[in-house]
């Protein structure tokens, strides 16, 4: 019975610990972030998607980069973006899935 119990707790052990690095290792690949940018709907101005979502375009020099972004926060402020656009501040946690820039938004600002 304890050869059992010993075993099953290396088990146990060994399944959170890959569980905890898993974990760490997803957090590595979210990354904070402030932006500042011309927030717009991605459907209704960019004409890029099915359904409204915020995005924020960022110029760098001659470069132009799309963030699209998520959450409660962001989808609360759509209503300042979805009739036209305006400058935006903006803070959340970078990604990227499938390719395109993913911020969760954790605070959304008009900026002057």
Known sequence: MDRIMK???????????????????????AKEVTLTGEGKCAKCALKKADSCQNV???????????????????????????SGSAKVKLTGEHSEKDGKHEIKVTKIEKAS
Do not use: M, P, W
Request: hydrophobic share 40%; net charge positive.
């Open 7 to 29: 075993k099953t707790t290396q088990f146990i052990a060994a399944a959170l610990l890959t569980v905890g690095l898993s974990a760490s290792a997803f957090a590595k690949d």
């Open 56 to 82: 924020v375009e960022v110029k760098e020099g001659d470069k132009t980069t799309v963030y699209y972004l998520t959450g409660d926060i962001s989808k609360g402020f759509h209503k300042n973006l979805c």
